[in-house]
């Protein structure tokens, strides 16, 4: 009896761990056709041309392998929405006015006579039209960074004020940098052919999706609420960590610092963040180098696996008496000739959230 108990028993054990070891089944992905129909419901229903939208989206997703989840579909919505009002090349209020007047600032700034800035932009540029007659009429910042393009390639006095650099540096309805669609294009490829250049894609819809997609979405965080990678669109890679990071350095080493997410300094010599962080060298037990080289991991995921990362929340946790948060808003003011008033990147990051907010509701039925 005992036997065939044991028997039984040892054939019961068997069934079940082989129930365990079967591979649990996947729930089947959303198809192609699915997926551009749920962001062509997302998208509000006045906006031009939602299947194209729908497509160029859905694009960018399946090009940078992010799961085309409502919570990701949702999120570069809001950004799009927040940025441009779903336009393609959105316009810009008294963008001519601007445009003159940083030209007049950079002449200015290198000494250059108005007459000659004026007799500059009185010759014809290669669309037919004078530079002067472009400039009036630029609406949008493809117009404005295709006059430059054309103004520092075929006039001299162009290329002394702007040194081939094209002051127009975002474009596009998700506003992406030029410079970081340049970058992740040269590291990442990009999926279309190119017309003309990198920067002529970012002002275009498939262009501006695609790198803004992975400018929001293609970096590992580990955020409590997509409201961080929000505000990381506006203030850079991980400027939501970094913040909070230093309001833990300012906690440890009980210096203020201003919580920017900037922890080197971009003007060479040591910034306040660094320098806070020295004052705390013995207790951290570490070096001057030592110090600096994990600080340099403030744009990649590798900080939170740094003895300098561990060692400051130690302190600062200690010394609050309670845990610290690993992510918090930056403190930035927002400054460019577009921007007439006084915003920052919390108040950017909330705006975006309120959208993705009314997106995800509007996607699980609400």
Not at 40 to 47: C, K, N, S, Y
Request: charged share 25%; glycine share 8%.
């Amino acid at each position: 009896m005992r036997s065939a108990l044991a028997l039984a028993c040892v054939a019961c054990l068997l069934v079940l761990l082989g129930g365990c070891a079967r591979p649990r089944v996947q729930a089947p992905q959303s198809r192609p056709a699915e997926v551009r129909a749920q962001i062509v419901r997302l998208l509000p229903a006045d906006t031009r041309d939602r299947a194209g939208w729908a497509t160029d989206l859905y694009a960018a997703f399946a090009a940078l392998d992010i799961p085309p989840t409502d919570a990701n579909l949702c999120a570069a919505l809001a950004v799009a929405g927040q940025e441009s009002g779903f336009q393609v090349d959105p316009s810009v209020p008294g963008l001519g006015r601007i445009a003159r007047a940083e030209l007049d600032r950079r002449a200015a700034q290198h000494h250059v006579p108005a007459f000659l800035v004026h007799a500059a932009l009185s010759l014809k540029s290669p669309d037919g039209r004078t530079y002067e007659q472009r400039l009036a009429t630029a609406r949008t910042e493809r117009d404005l960074s295709r006059l430059y393009e054309d103004f520092i390639g075929m006039v001299p006095l162009g290329r002394r004020l702007f040194d081939d650099d094209n002051p127009v540096r975002t474009g596009g309805p998700m506003q992406v940098s030029v410079a970081f669609a340049e970058d992740f294009a040269r590291a990442h490829g990009y999926p279309y052919p190119v017309e003309g250049s990198i920067r002529h894609e970012v002002f275009g819809r498939r262009g501006s999706l695609y790198f803004g997609t992975a400018h929001l979405l293609a970096y590992p965080a580990d955020y409590p609420q997509m409201l961080y990678r929000f505000a990381d669109y506006n203030a850079g890679f991980y400027a939501s960590r970094n913040a909070a990071f230093q309001n833990a350095v300012a906690i440890a080493a009980g210096i203020p610092l201003d919580l920017d997410g900037d922890l080197l300094s971009y003007q060479g010599g040591t910034g306040a963040t660094e320098a806070a962080v020295r004052t705390l060298a013995r207790r951290l037990d570490m070096d001057p180098g030592d110090i600096h080289d994990a600080l340099a991991q403030g744009e990649s995921p590798d900080l939170v696996r740094t003895d300098l990362y561990r060692r400051v929340y130690e302190l600062a946790e200690r010394s609050a008496g309670k845990p610290l948060p690993r992510a918090m808003l930056p403190h930035i003011r927002l400054e460019s000739p577009k921007i007439t008033r006084k915003l920052t990147t919390a108040w950017f990051a909330h705006r975006v959230d309120g959208r993705y907010q009314r997106c995800l509701a509007q996607a699980h039925g609400g």
